[in-house]
T-cell receptor, first 109, second 118 residues
C-alpha cells in the first residue's frame, strides 16, 4: 500500500532563512508532485518529478527526487513572506495519487 | 478565461439528497482528476480519467459516489444519498497527459465546489 509521510507539518521561519520540507513514500511510484495551497484557495501545481535525481527549481523553491531512498525534498532558499502557504507532496502509483498531510509554512518578517 | 471551471461553487444540501458536481477542464486536456479536501481526511484522490476512461475507481469513498466523463471533456461527480461526512471541498484538475511518454505534465486546478450536507 502506498503511503506518504511529509514533515514537518508546521514550520515557522524567519525571512531570509533556508529550510527543507521532506516527503517520504513507501513503494515505487510513477510521479511525485509538489503543490502549494493558500488559505481558502485551490491547489497550485509547483513541480512534477519523474526520475531519480530529478531536480527542478522555480524562484526560491527547489524540488528534488531520490527514488532509491523514496524521498523528495522541497528546499526554500532565503524565504520571503509571500511563500507562506501550505505545501503538499503527492505520490502517484497504481493509478492513484496519495497526498502527504501538508506542511503549513509561516514566514515571519 | 481558459482555466478549469467547476460548478456549483457552493452547494448546501440535506442529508439523503443526491448532488451532481461538474468540472469543465481546459480544452484539449486529456486527463482529468477529482479530489476532495476535508478537515478530517485531508486531501484525498478520488478518481482520474484518461480520455473517457477511468483506470481505477477504487479511490471513490463508497458506492454512493460515481463519476463519468463524456466526449473527453466535461466530467460529473455524482454523490447519491449524501451523508454529513461527504461535506468537503471537491477539487477538479486537468492536464495534457501522454501515457506512453515520461511527460512532466502540470495539473491545473479548478476553484473547487464547497459541499455542505446538513
Amino acid at each position: 500500500e502506498l503511503k506518504v509521510e511529509q514533515n514537518p507539518l508546521f514550520l515557522s521561519m524567519q525571512e531570509g532563512k533556508n529550510y527543507t520540507i521532506y516527503c517520504n513514500y513507501s513503494t515505487t511510484s510513477d510521479r511525485l508532485y509538489w503543490y502549494r495551497q493558500d488559505p481558502g484557495k485551490s491547489l497550485e501545481s509547483l513541480f512534477v518529478l519523474l526520475s531519480n535525481g530529478a531536480v527542478k527549481q522555480e524562484g526560491r523553491l527547489m524540488a528534488s527526487l531520490d527514488t532509491k531512498a523514496r524521498l523528495s525534498t522541497l528546499h526554500i532558499t532565503a524565504a520571503v513572506h509571500d511563500l507562506s502557504a501550505t505545501y503538499f507532496c503527492a505520490v502517484e502509483g497504481d493509478d492513484k495519487i496519495i497526498f502527504g498531510k501538508g506542511t503549513r509554512l509561516h514566514i515571519l518578517p | 478565461g481558459a482555466g478549469v471551471s467547476q460548478s456549483p461553487s457552493n452547494k448546501v444540501t440535506e442529508k439523503g439528497k443526491d448532488v451532481e458536481l461538474r468540472c469543465d477542464p481546459i480544452s484539449g486536456h486529456t486527463a482529468l482528476y477529482w479530489y476532495r479536501q476535508s478537515l478530517g481526511q485531508g486531501l484525498e484522490f478520488l478518481i482520474y480519467f484518461q480520455g473517457n476512461s477511468a483506470p481505477d475507481k477504487s479511490g471513490l469513498p463508497s458506492d454512493r459516489f460515481s463519476a463519468e466523463r463524456t466526449g473527453g471533456s466535461v466530467s460529473t461527480l455524482t454523490i447519491q444519498r449524501t451523508q454529513q461526512e461527504d461535506s468537503a471541498v471537491y477539487l477538479c484538475a486537468s492536464t495534457f497527459r501522454i501515457m506512453t511518454a515520461a511527460y512532466q505534465e502540470t495539473q491545473y486546478f479548478g476553484p473547487g465546489t464547497r459541499l455542505l450536507v446538513l
